[in-house]
């Protein structure tokens, strides 16, 4: 064996030694701490025995650990995810019994739950020392790096994987353009601002336009799969099969996905070697954790729930990331219990599951979604993208500019750094592209302001009694149904249920949904999307009530006359083929690109009979949400439709300087062209003639 090959030896002995006497010391430390743990025998022993019996029982829970662990997990692969999580905790502790069983000096004791306890300290304590003395040497930590790297990925015919740069695509969800250059500015980013700023900065920053509908379905599958037609919001009934679809649903979001790929005839960005982390849909990858259009599955065909392993595989993972879930619920109900006695205006309810909502998206899925994208650097993944709900989830209740969703930011650029240095060690280059799928805009929502929901006053315009009390609308955010598909729970909300269970006759009541600050309206008795002309001849003040107002922009219906048709306040109505940005109509708040956007949802054919999108102050750049939400997205006003692409000057400019970047499938475009150039020559390649055009 040559020298090299001897240092290195002695370098890992040294540090398995090291771990192994301070797991001892733990053990002794706990010991003498905890009441129901001992390692001496009721007689009482000398101090070198208690030592000899904790290096035992530290070197045979150890070697459980290592050996037996992994097998514990990848058996318990088809249990829920987060039940996973807490059985971690127990078996961890059983692994310490059976640890003190084989001691042969058989003095070791420990109640159940702590021995729970004493197993947790110990893996945490372990993994932090193992992990510290790894970094120190950091010569052997490239080595175990590129060892890793190399074993995983190793051709079939022995040759190394290749050299040529990969793409990673971290989306931090809802974060819009304005918002992370606020968070640049204040100092809350300084990975970000390290990126864009100096003498010789390494990423460019730019804002794109999202469709009518904002929000992460419809960006993410026009991203992901290259095309998001006829997905008109997060939530709508299609009448051909009388099913509310709900983006974040697992079986909406691969019938979803289905459609995306026989609509393309492509499988998706991540087709080739590429990995799927967080997502609502796969992108075409082999490689899937925590990705929604695959939870529906049961098995081991659910793939996404073996992203799982990587993470728990290691004990003292569950260990840190239980203390910081504890640590962020009371987080939330401190901060929530400040807004009210503030009374911070506006605010919605934030009792309930709410706080556990909030630490899954937080800190569990942020910490096994960077977990896997780490793995996928190491393991040489052509690409990677992935997604960070935790920013959207905290948005929605806080609002986007708040203090407690700045410090989600702040988090959020610690990844970023994390896997900026991951990036130093990995076996092929990575080109780091963040981007976002949407905004939010603030304002308080319809009901507050008015007193009455959508759906109240669509009943009230069609003549129906009203209920005395206010039905709130549920938050559609990604991370609620994230939880439920982790424990296996049914996705579909209640309200959701009992419209699709409501009598189709005649005279069937509308069907009203909300996504974000945008409503859709369905007569579900009339088999086809409803005219201007028949909704009249029904109910002949619906349309007016609706337009006129003052919590409404604007309607959009079809018309046997014009087809397309854009209603406003006083009787406005101008045909969608007449609107543009010279003469936006009832448009005109919205912004350029308001008039596009429009006509392209009303060709879809599952565009609901009315769509209904909220007032907005072009001012203070507020919307009335329709749903339970101070910051939302899902409509057409304000920063929600402006999200961000921070990509790497190594890369071409996603648009010339003087176009626009519009719609979540010229992003697709975009990322497609960026892994072109990291399999073609390594400098920037001009977009092909279609893309131009695009």
């Given at each position: 064996?040559?020298?090299?090959?001897?240092?290195?030896?002695?370098?890992?002995?040294?540090?398995?030694?090291?771990?192994?006497?301070?797991?001892?010391?733990?053990?002794?430390?706990?010991?003498?701490?905890?009441?129901?743990?001992?390692?001496?025998?009721?007689?009482?022993?000398?101090?070198?025995?208690?030592?000899?019996?904790?290096?035992?029982?530290?070197?045979?829970?150890?070697?459980?650990?290592?050996?037996?662990?992994?097998?514990?997990?990848?058996?318990?692969?088809?249990?829920?995810?987060?039940?996973?999580?807490?059985?971690?905790?127990?078996?961890?502790?059983?692994?310490?019994?059976?640890?003190?069983?084989?001691?042969?000096?058989?003095?070791?004791?420990?109640?159940?739950?702590?021995?729970?306890?004493?197993?947790?300290?110990?893996?945490?304590?372990?993994?932090?020392?193992?992990?510290?003395?790894?970094?120190?040497?950091?010569?052997?930590?490239?080595?175990?790096?590129?060892?890793?790297?190399?074993?995983?990925?190793?051709?079939?015919?022995?040759?190394?994987?290749?050299?040529?740069?990969?793409?990673?695509?971290?989306?931090?969800?809802?974060?819009?353009?304005?918002?992370?250059?606020?968070?640049?500015?204040?100092?809350?980013?300084?990975?970000?601002?390290?990126?864009?700023?100096?003498?010789?900065?390494?990423?460019?920053?730019?804002?794109?336009?999202?469709?009518?509908?904002?929000?992460?379905?419809?960006?993410?599958?026009?991203?992901?799969?290259?095309?998001?037609y006829d997905v008109p919001a997060f939530r709508w009934y299609e009448k051909d099969t009388q099913e509310v679809m709900v983006c974040n649903r697992p079986t909406s979001a691969a019938e979803?996905?289905?459609?995306?790929?026989?609509?393309?005839?492509?499988?998706?960005?991540?087709?080739?070697?590429?990995?799927?982390?967080?997502?609502?849909?796969?992108?075409?990858?082999?490689?899937?954790?925590?990705?929604?259009?695959?939870?529906?599955?049961?098995?081991?065909?659910?793939?996404?729930?073996?992203?799982?392993?990587?993470?728990?595989?290691?004990?003292?993972?569950?260990?840190?990331?239980?203390?910081?879930?504890?640590?962020?619920?009371?987080?939330?109900?401190?901060?929530?219990?400040?807004?009210?006695?503030?009374?911070?205006?506006?605010?919605?309810?934030?009792?309930?599951?709410?706080?556990?909502?909030?630490?899954?998206?937080?800190?569990?899925?942020?910490?096994?979604?960077?977990?896997?994208?780490?793995?996928?650097?190491?393991?040489?993944?052509?690409?990677?993208?992935?997604?960070?709900?935790?920013?959207?989830?905290?948005?929605?209740?806080?609002?986007?500019?708040?203090?407690?969703?700045?410090?989600?930011?702040?988090?959020?650029?610690?990844?970023?750094?994390?896997?900026?240095?991951?990036?130093?060690?990995?076996?092929?280059?990575?080109?780091?592209?963040?981007?976002?799928?949407?905004?939010?805009?603030?304002?308080?929502?319809?009901?507050?302001?008015?007193?009455?929901?959508?759906?109240?006053?669509?009943?009230?315009?069609?003549?129906?009694?009203?209920?005395?009390?206010?039905?709130?609308?549920?938050?559609?955010?990604?991370?609620?149904?994230?939880?439920?598909?982790?424990?296996?729970?049914?996705?579909?909300?209640?309200?959701?249920?009992?419209?699709?269970?409501?009598?189709?006759?005649?005279?069937?009541?509308?069907?009203?949904?909300?996504?974000?600050?945008?409503?859709?309206?369905?007569?579900?008795?009339?088999?086809?999307?409803?005219?201007?002309?028949?909704?009249?001849?029904?109910?002949?003040?619906?349309?007016?009530?609706?337009?006129?107002?003052?919590?409404?922009?604007?309607?959009?219906?079809?018309?046997?006359?014009?087809?397309?048709?854009?209603?406003?306040?006083?009787?406005?109505?101008?045909?969608?083929?007449?609107?543009?940005?010279?003469?936006?109509?009832?448009?005109?708040?919205?912004?350029?690109?308001?008039?596009?956007?429009?006509?392209?949802?009303?060709?879809?054919?599952?565009?609901?009979?009315?769509?209904?999108?909220?007032?907005?102050?072009?001012?203070?750049?507020?919307?009335?949400a329709f749903e339970e939400q101070i910051g939302s997205h899902g409509g057409l006003g304000g920063a929600q439709g402006r999200p961000f692409l921070l990509s790497p000057m190594a890369l071409?400019?996603?648009?010339?300087?003087?176009?626009?970047?519009?719609?979540?499938?010229?992003?697709?475009?975009?990322?497609?062209?960026?892994?072109?150039?990291?399999?073609?020559?390594?400098?920037?390649?001009?977009?092909?003639?279609?893309?131009?055009?695009?």
């Open positions: 064996m040559d020298g090299g090959r001897w240092r290195r030896v002695a370098s890992a002995a040294g540090r398995s030694i090291t771990v192994w006497a301070v797991s001892t010391v733990t053990m002794l430390v706990l010991a003498g701490v905890l009441p129901d743990f001992r390692l001496q025998s009721d007689s009482g022993d000398s101090a070198t025995r208690i030592a000899v019996t904790a290096a035992v029982g530290a070197g045979v829970f150890g070697l459980l650990s290592s050996l037996v662990w992994p097998l514990l997990v990848r058996a318990l692969l088809l249990v829920p995810a987060l039940v996973l999580g807490l059985l971690v905790f127990f078996l961890n502790g059983s692994l310490l019994l059976i640890a003190l069983r084989l001691d042969p000096s058989g003095h070791g004791e420990a109640a159940p739950e702590t021995a729970v306890v004493v197993a947790a300290v110990m893996s945490a304590v372990a993994s932090a020392t193992g992990a510290a003395l790894a970094v120190r040497d950091d010569d052997a930590y490239r080595r175990r790096l590129y060892r890793l790297a190399d074993r995983r990925r190793k051709r079939a015919d022995g040759r190394p994987g290749p050299s040529t740069p990969a793409a990673v695509f971290l989306q931090l969800d809802g974060v819009g353009h304005d918002v992370l250059r606020e968070a640049i500015g204040k100092g809350l980013m300084p990975t970000a601002a390290r990126w864009l700023g100096g003498t010789r900065p390494t990423h460019r920053l730019h804002a794109w336009r999202t469709d009518w509908s904002s929000q992460t379905g419809a960006s993410q599958l026009g991203i992901l799969h290259g095309s998001n979803l996905q289905r459609r995306a790929v026989v609509h393309t005839g492509d499988g998706g960005l991540l087709t080739v070697d590429g990995a799927s982390r967080g997502n609502l849909f796969s992108g075409g990858a082999d490689e899937l954790a925590l990705v929604l259009s695959v939870a529906a599955r049961r098995g081991r065909d659910n793939r996404s729930r073996a992203g799982y392993f990587a993470y728990f595989s290691d004990p003292a993972n569950a260990v840190r990331t239980a203390m910081s879930f504890i640590a962020e619920v009371f987080r939330e109900m401190g901060q929530s219990a400040s807004a009210r006695l503030k009374q911070r205006r506006p605010r919605v309810g934030r009792g309930g599951l709410y706080p556990f909502v909030r630490a899954f998206a937080t800190v569990v899925e942020r910490d096994v979604v960077v977990a896997a994208v780490i793995g996928d650097m190491l393991a040489g993944r052509n690409a990677v993208y992935a997604d960070l709900v935790a920013y959207d989830e905290v948005a929605h209740h806080s609002g986007p500019r708040s203090r407690d969703a700045e410090k989600i930011l702040e988090r959020l650029d610690r990844s970023l750094a994390l896997i900026e240095k991951v990036a130093e060690h990995a076996p092929r280059p990575y080109r780091i592209v963040v981007l976002s799928d949407h905004g939010q805009s603030p304002g308080e929502t319809f009901l507050t302001r008015y007193g009455l929901s959508l759906g109240n006053l669509v009943r009230a315009g069609c003549g129906l009694p009203v209920p005395r009390k206010a039905q709130r609308t549920h938050s559609g955010a990604e991370a609620r149904t994230a939880v439920r598909a982790a424990l296996r729970r049914p996705v579909e909300e209640r309200e959701e249920r009992e419209e699709r269970r409501r009598p189709t006759g005649r005279r069937s009541e509308p069907i009203v949904l909300a996504s974000g600050n945008l409503g859709l309206v369905s007569f579900p008795d009339v088999p086809h999307r409803m005219s201007r002309e028949e909704i009249d001849r029904r109910h002949p003040a619906l349309l007016s009530t609706l337009a006129n107002h003052p919590g409404v922009g604007f309607l959009l219906v079809r018309s046997e006359e014009h087809g397309g048709l854009v209603l406003g306040v006083h009787g406005a109505e101008v045909p969608v083929d007449r609107l543009d940005d010279e003469h936006p109509g009832p448009l005109a708040d919205f912004g350029p690109g308001a008039a596009d956007a429009v006509r392209r949802t009303h060709s879809f054919p599952h565009a609901a009979d009315i769509m209904v999108n909220s007032w907005y102050d072009p001012a203070e750049g507020e919307v009335l071409s400019t996603p648009v010339g300087a003087d176009t626009e970047l519009v719609g979540a499938e010229r992003v697709h475009d975009v990322l497609r062209r960026w892994l072109r150039e990291c399999d073609g020559p390594q400098v920037p390649l001009p977009a092909r003639p279609d893309e131009r055009a695009a």
